[in-house]
């Protein structure tokens, strides 16, 4: 309970704290139960001690890499949002959390990272930009193709014999998922009524990037934006628990130390990485210059005796020609 | 077997008359692949969901009494058995290894002469374990499975509580699912019984099974003309 764990997570972007519903739900939870967490944000999963995101790294027992798992032992450190539920409202929690992965979740990476549109324009441009050279070439496409197969898994080998035909069906499914999780928050603050508990925690995750973020292919978002009570309830969570869009609030000193860290080490490294790549280019070239001749050093007796007729051979050549 | 048992039970709470017929082609004649199916006139629909959609459309439903929030709920609870009790007895049954040996790959391949039940055995337990692997299962062990299953159960009975079914008087859709499975692990001889004692130890679900088999098996199984291996395959839950 003493020490400040660390919790590595996918960069903000949206006006979210983090585009990644899996990192976006524990920040969410830690929020929630004011777990003291140096939160770093990073632009690729390879910063990550385990080398995925997002990942909890613990004094005692390593580093946690699954959302569900870091959640646990949050839990397990005192910091439970589901103290005050009955049993039975532990039980709908588990019973909607079930719904959510089922029906909503993998038709929200559908829509960010297979929908061909979105994933071109929207999700791999953001990527991209984010993700530090020489990454941005090859990890989001490589992102594509995990997230490509993992769905292909799911949903059985039907997927691809008749795509559109089972994705209507799954897009009909995950509409009336948002619609029967509209019915069961009705106009209550949160789902077990006035404090977050962890079920707030996972559907704002999930909601949260779908609301927010700019797609050009839409049909699941326009069905989320027609159900006013869930986008009230994810601006609100926003304002309550992240209030400055994104970042850290400033009250807060370990996490301005991880926050300010993290961007702090973004900057140096950029920077180092242009010089060293402008550096390596020189160096590419003046080596290529002296191996092949261009360019000698004439010291008088200094340096190999062969090198000094060549280079007079070859100036010699040039000029005849 | 759980969803065998899972639409039979609805189907029977709809009162509508059901013939099994067991077949080894199952899965080639089904239009999802997926097993089991029901093949009404020329239609052939497979798959919980879509039987009670085609049902519904036909006029029956199950559900129509339930308000907004208890549908949501429902199937919410629907999901759960879905995420965490299939998923744990496909693990079980494909990914135990002492389990894959002694039981299902001889069961699954009994239809088919050597090598082609070794073959298809395998193929099979490959494409499951991909699929775990996908879902985040393949790093769990047995005592995190049988902890999960154990989680569910506790949902599931407190939802239960003292009710005789899930949404008070009425069956849904939910009992029927609930019951395929839980008939399912109850009777299935398995190399352990870790699995039926971890649902055994709630009282509600052990004696809500049993008053669904009272209730809507007893009576079909004389109507039943399946097959001989189909009666036989029935085992009852009163001993």
């Given at each position: 309970m003493a020490a400040p764990m660390e919790l590595f997570c996918w960069a903000g972007g949206w006006g979210l704290p983090s585009v990644d519903p899996d990192c976006l739900a524990v920040l969410t939870y830690a929020r929630f139960t004011g777990a003291p967490l140096k939160v770093h944000r990073v632009s690729s999963p390879w910063r990550s001690p385990s080398g995925r995101l997002p990942a909890l790294k613990t004094r005692d027992e390593g580093t946690i890499s699954k959302t569900q798992q870091i959640i646990t032992h949050l839990r397990k450190q005192k910091y439970n949002a589901d103290y005050d539920l009955s049993a039975t409202q532990g039980a709908d929690t588990l019973a909607f959390v079930s719904l959510l992965e089922e029906k909503l979740l993998p038709v929200l990476i559908h829509t960010f990272w297979v929908d061909a549109k979105n994933y071109v324009e929207h999700t791999r441009k953001w990527y991209a930009e984010t993700i530090p050279f020489p990454l941005n070439f090859f990890l989001p496409n490589c992102m594509h193709k995990q997230h490509v197969e993992r769905l292909q898994l799911m949903w059985g080998d039907g997927y691809m014999e008749d795509e559109e035909k089972l994705e209507k069906e799954l897009y009909r499914d995950a509409r009336e998922c948002l619609t029967l999780l509209s019915q069961r928050l009705g106009?209550?603050?949160?789902f077990f009524g006035d404090s977050p508990a962890s079920l707030d925690a996972f559907v704002f995750s999930r909601l949260a990037p779908l609301l927010k973020a700019k797609l050009p292919n839409g049909k699941l978002q326009q069905h989320l934006k027609s159900l006013q009570n869930l986008c009230n309830y994810c601006t609100s969570i926003l304002s309550l628990y992240f209030p400055w869009d994104g970042g850290d609030p400033p009250t807060s000193a370990p996490r301005v130390g991880g926050a300010e860290g993290g961007d702090a080490e973004e900057d140096p490294h950029k920077r180092r990485n242009q010089l060293l790549s402008v550096l390596v280019g020189l160096a590419a070239m003046l080596g290529y210059a002296f191996l092949s001749g261009i360019v000698s050093i004439q010291r008088g007796a200094v340096g190999p005796a062969g090198r000094q007729p060549i280079a007079l051979e070859e100036e010699e050549e040039e000029e005849e020609e | 077997m759980p969803k065998s048992q899972a639409i039979q039970a609805f189907l029977q709470m709809c009162n509508l008359p059901v013939r099994v017929v067991c077949r080894a082609n199952a899965e080639y004649m089904s239009p999802s692949g997926k097993v089991p199916f029901i093949h009404v006139g020329n239609q052939v629909v497979s798959e919980l969901g879509p039987i009670v959609q085609f049902v519904k459309a036909k006029g029956h439903s199950l559900s129509d009494g339930l308000d907004e929030v208890q549908k949501a709920e429902m199937k919410a609870y629907m999901e759960l058995v879905n995420n965490m009790l299939l998923t744990a007895e496909l693990y079980l049954q494909w990914c135990d290894d002492v389990t894959v040996e002694e039981i299902t790959h001889p069961r699954y391949g009994s239809p088919y002469p050597w090598p082609l039940n070794r073959i298809l055995a395998y193929q099979k337990q490959w494409e499951i374990r991909r699929k775990m692997k996908a879902i985040g299962w393949a790093g769990k062990s047995l005592e995190q499975v049988l902890e999960d299953v154990d989680q569910c159960c506790q949902a599931l009975s407190q939802r239960l509580g003292t009710q005789p079914y899930f949404f008070n008087k009425q069956p849904t859709e939910l009992d029927a699912l609930v019951f395929g499975h839980l008939f399912t692990i109850l009777t299935t001889q398995l190399t352990t019984d870790e699995l039926s004692e971890k649902v055994k130890n709630y009282g509600n679900l052990t004696a809500f099974c049993r008053r669904i088999e009272q209730q809507y098996f007893e009576g079909h199984d004389k109507d039943n003309s399946g097959t001989a291996a189909a009666r036989s395959a029935k085992r009852s839950l009163l001993r």
């Open positions: 106009s209550q603050k949160f | -």
